[in-house]
């Protein structure tokens, strides 16, 4: 591998940092048919994890797995179809016999599937495209209960359930199917806690009481220094020790950043040099240069009112109470109503999130591309 340092999804073991405790409470779990909800800020690593923990030997050996991202998705019908790609996708692979079972169950949309020269399947559905979204959905589930392995199925960002037309319709639909498969485990992640909160731990939910909830932490600061040294010292190149206790408190620990400013450094880097603290901001610099005009764009997307609360929120950094007479008059805004009609917008789009009652930026690198830009101070 080029670069150690993966940005885009999960590599195997080797360049997979620590979560050695979560991966075994997490495999031990699902393995004794627990079905799970795993709640985290996003980019702090729950899908790698996800992975992770699916090719572990007590799972990879025993269980046919899949992994459903339904953060695209809009509405029952594209939850069927990304649902039944992804696990067409994955049976391809293990021989005809293996997909045949799948295909073969899921009549409504035979019709809908073409077969490439070697005679593979290819979904060929569009989301938004099944005619009949309830009926492939208990084919799907069918076919979960009559499979010749057990299955672990994760469905990734799992609170996007929320903003369907009719959502509670389909919570109510999903925990029924769910509660009724007994040839699966379902672990179930997402990223916007009051959301997932609402979903299983609410009484008047569908699926209320109906999984163990387990939350995940930034990654230990000496566990991923650890880490960071053991792949620079294994392709001839030394890293100095201040380096990563300075990225990890600049970007609060999370996965993502510091996977990304640690490519950039290791890239940087020659055969047989040393990688120094000198080194981060220019490291930084490359990757706010690179994305520039898509902040820029994202700005100019802003009405006055979201820009002005977006500001505030930047400098904040951890902003609360912004419906405040305080927090008001500290940044000029409008008026508390117009801050709060501006905030769910910002949320809407995502240019920011919440935890807590806590406001922030969901992007760790906008902040510094609107102090490069001097719109914010540093």
């Known amino acids: ?48 994890l ?48 293996v997909w045949e079972g799948f295909f073969n169950t899921i009549k ?47 469905i990734d960002e799992f609170q996007r ?8 319709n389909v919570e109510a639909a999903l925990r029924t199917h769910i509660q009724r498969c007994n040839n699966a485990t ?22 209320y009481q109906s999984v163990i909830t387990m939350g995940l932490d930034p990654i230990s600061e000496e566990k991923y220094a650890e880490f960071a040294r053991r792949l620079f010292a294994e392709n001839g190149k030394s890293l100095d020790d201040d380096v990563v206790p300075l990225v990890y408190q600049r970007f609060d620990g999370v996965t993502a950043y510091l996977q990304r400013i640690m490519n950039v450094l290791y890239m940087n880097t020659e055969k ?29 997307q802003m009405s006055e009112k979201q820009r002005q609360v977006f500001l505030a929120i930047a400098i904040e950094k951890r902003a609360k109470n912004i419906s ?11 008026s508390a109503s117009s801050t709060v009609s501006a905030v769910r917008g910002l949320l809407d789009k995502d240019f920011i999130t919440h935890e807590n009652n806590t406001y922030y930026v969901y992007d760790y690198f906008f902040p510094v591309w609107l102090a490069k830009r001097g719109y914010i101070n540093p």
């Open 161 to 168: 359930i929320v903003d369907y037309p009719n959502g509670q």
């Open 324 to 334: 405040s007479g305080e927090f008001v008059k500290k940044y000029r805004l409008m």
């Open 50 to 97: 996800i992975h992770h923990c699916f090719s572990q030997p007590e799972i990879k050996k025993h269980y046919y797995t899949f992994i459903i991202d339904i953060y695209a998705t809009n509405s029952l019908s594209d939850f069927v179809e990304v649902f039944g790609k992804a696990i067409l996708d994955e049976l391809k692979p293990l021989g005809r016999k």
């Open 272 to 300: 047989g040099g040393r990688c120094t603290a000198g080194m981060i901001e220019e490291a930084i610099d490359f990757i706010i240069n690179l994305n520039s005009e898509h902040y820029e764009t994202l700005f100019s």
């Open 108 to 154: 409504s949309i035979q019709q809908q599937i073409s077969f490439d020269m070697n005679g593979n399947p290819v979904w060929g559905l569009g989301l938004g495209s099944s005619v009949n979204p309830s009926t492939t959905l208990d084919e799907i589930f069918n076919y979960l209960n009559v499979s010749e392995k057990p299955c672990m199925v994760a």
């Open 186 to 207: 379902f672990l179930f992640s997402g990223s916007k806690r009051h959301l997932m909160t609402e979903i299983f731990l609410s009484p008047s939910r569908p699926f």
């Open 1 to 48: 591998m080029n670069n150690p340092f993966v940005t885009k999804g999960y590599a195997g073991p080797k360049y997979f940092c620590d979560r050695v405790k979560e991966t075994k409470d997490l495999v031990k779990l699902l393995t004794n048919d627990n079905n799970m909800a795993l709640i985290s800020p996003r980019r702090i690593g729950k899908t790698d």
